[in-house]
T-cell receptor
Framework: AQKVTQAQTEISVVEKEDVTLDCVYE???????LFWYKQPPSGELVFLIR??????QNEISGRYSWNFQKSTSSFNFTITASQVVDSAVYFC??????????FGKGTRLHILP | GAVVSQHPSWVICKSGTSVKIECRSL??????MFWYRQFPKQSLMLMAT?????????EQGVEKDKFLINHASLTLSTLTVTSAHPEDSSFYIC????????????FGPGTRLTVL
């Protein structure tokens, strides 16, 4: 069975601080994809990143960075110099060979001014 | 990027009535669409997988007679909540799959259903 665990239910940080959102996954599939989505109060999911299981390179996009480590089955997400607009719920997700996307429970991030 | 729309964006109905939600891929053909349900402050849970021209596949615990899914064309899938009750109140999100070799799924903006 596939599973995504986001142990941090809620995080609050002061603006400009760095924050890391943890994600641990379980799968028996050899080929799989990992995702991060942002869900602002409007509810619409915003795609942030997709990473396939064969690509362990870390990625940086502006203030966002992702650390994928197969050895620990983790795909952590870091926001550098956080801003109030980053406040949202962030979901880590996994898609295996059956193409279904399984979501973690989400981490609610509050960036305090 | 590919765009997926949902209609309506929100709906309020009386208990016992049926509600239809549409999911459209606007600029690509989607052979597969997925329906998710999200209760307040919870995660998205996959309800069913919809393939064009065939019956939907429902996840365990989802009543297929209550949540009717029709994928009549490559750009449209509909979810009908039959005889809705207050416990069906939720945020329903669809996604459409664009197969470019990477299992790309594009999500709709969601439909908020409130059953009185």
């Amino acid at each position: 069975a596939q599973k995504v665990t986001q142990a941090q239910t809620e995080i609050s940080v002061v603006e400009k601080e760095d924050v890391t959102l943890d994600c641990v996954y379980e799968t028996r599939d050899t080929t799989y994809y990992l995702f991060w989505y942002k869900q602002p109060p409007s509810g619409e999911l915003v795609f942030l990143i997709r990473r396939n299981s064969f690509d362990e390179q870390n990625e940086i996009s502006g203030r966002y960075s992702w650390n994928f480590q197969k050895s620990t089955s983790s795909f952590n997400f870091t926001i550098t110099a956080s801003q109030v607009v980053d406040s949202a719920v962030y979901f880590c997700a996994l898609s295996g060979e059956d193409d279904k996307i399984i979501f973690g429970k989400g981490t609610r991030l509050h960036i305090l001014p | 990027g590919a765009v997926v729309s949902q209609h309506p964006s929100w709906v309020i109905c009386k208990s016992g009535t049926s509600v239809k939600i549409e999911c459209r891929s606007l600029d690509f053909q989607a052979t597969t669409m997925f329906w998710y349900r999200q209760f307040p402050k919870q995660s998205l849970m996959l309800m069913a997988t919809s393939n064009e021209g065939s019956k939907a596949t429902y996840e365990q615990g989802v009543e297929k007679d209550k949540f009717l899914i029709n994928h009549a064309s490559l750009t449209l899938s509909t979810l009908t909540v039959t005889s809705a009750h207050p416990e069906d109140s939720s945020f329903y999100i669809c996604s459409a799959r664009f197969f470019d070799g990477y299992n790309e799924q594009f999500f709709g903006p969601g439909t908020r259903l409130t059953v009185l």
